[in-house]
């Protein structure tokens, strides 16, 4: 894959969640070794809901997914998506997809598609940040840490990726310190994409488990690039609300109420530039530090 062309990168992305369709309901999507030595969570959950997603009537659109990661994958291999179309209603499709690599299931999602519909609407406030002009980009960061990160992980993180991330008061990943949980970013596609509104969730699906874990560690002054530090996606969760262009800049807000028993939990939301709530997520993952650190045992109820 090349890996420094903004324009290849996203191309080569939208091919890679498209899928190759080998039988009906079941798809072949190719993986992405983005230097984390597993496959990366997103591009499962993208390319899941890519495979589910072209089970539906096209005037249906994803609201909602929940997903467990059970295994992680082998960056090298293709995965196979068995998409089981459960059921089709007057409003509402549900499906069921399994991710398969070397025989056994890796990923599981369930998805719910709804055709449009007027109703009620009310949302939370955008909180106030400020815009991504002028901020510095995750690439320009690793360009600027470049001799700090590992030489087998260096080509990976200091080239162009099809999604640009914008954090505000972003950690040193290398000097972290502590600090309140909150974490905002600006994220943003490097081209423009078509107008097919279920590309626009599947790559958002995508793009959406980057910086959840590593939320639930700033409480803690830990990242993830330390090498006592085991870090994983356990499930996510994620509700479309409206639609939205991903080649446009969203606000992720991303906050940990909770870490506790090494998991540690992140909820998130995702606004567009004029403050409308499109997206909301919700992840639990592992957080295990093998070091000297003060543990907390979560009690067991009282008998």
Known sequence: MSVCVPGDVLKELLALLKLEKIEENIFRGQSQDLGFGNVFGGQVLGQALSAASQTVAPERSAHSLH??????GD???PIVYQVDGMRDGGSFSTRRTVAIQKGRPIFFLSASFQKRESGFSHQDEMPEVPGPEGIESELEMAHRLRDKIPTPFRDKFICTKPIEIRPIHPVNPFAPEKKPPPRY????????????????????AYA?????????????????????????SLDHSMWFHRD??????????????NACGARGLINGHVFTRD???????AQEGLIRFHGEHEAVTCPPLSE
Do not use: N
């Open 275 to 281: 403050g409308r709530l499109v997206a909301s997520t």
């Open 208 to 232: 959406s488990d980057f910086g959840l874990v590593s939320t639930a560690l700033y409480p803690h002054g830990h990242t993830f690039w330390e090498p006592q530090m085991q870090a994983a």
């Open 67 to 72: 997903a467990y990661f059970m295994r992680g």
């Open 185 to 204: 970013t600006w994220i943003k596609a490097v081209g423009d994409l078509p107008d097919d509104a279920s590309t626009h969730r599947y790559l958002l």
């Open 75 to 77: 960056a090298t291999r």
């Open 244 to 257: 939205f262009r991903i080649d446009e800049w969203l606000l992720y807000e991303m906050r940990s109420p």
